[in-house]
């Protein structure tokens, strides 16, 4: 016999993990990162409601170079090959420490 899962804390929301420092946090505090359709391309998905999975990272530039390191992005979204971050960088170089 198995037990159902307990609840979540009230007020705490939904809970991601961090594909690049492994950090569980909650949803609101991470960013989306998703597949492009039809291209081996990641983006951010900052209205979080891309079809698709999704890889979640704190919007903070050392867990997506650990990310990238770990090879972490194209695992979290099952992709079958490398997967071009150049958009997430980007996205990751015009952000200031704090905003998402």
Known sequence: MTTPPSPSPPGEGQVRTCVGC????????????VLVPQSPRAMVDERTDAPGRGAWLHA??????????????????RSAG???TTAVTEWFSTRTPGQT
């Open 60 to 77: 903070d530039r050392a867990c997506l170079d650990l990310a990238d390191r770990r090879r972490a992005i194209p695992r979290a979204l």
């Open 82 to 84: 490398p997967v071009d």
């Open 22 to 33: 492994r950090v569980k946090a909650p949803r609101s505090a991470l960013v989306r990162v």
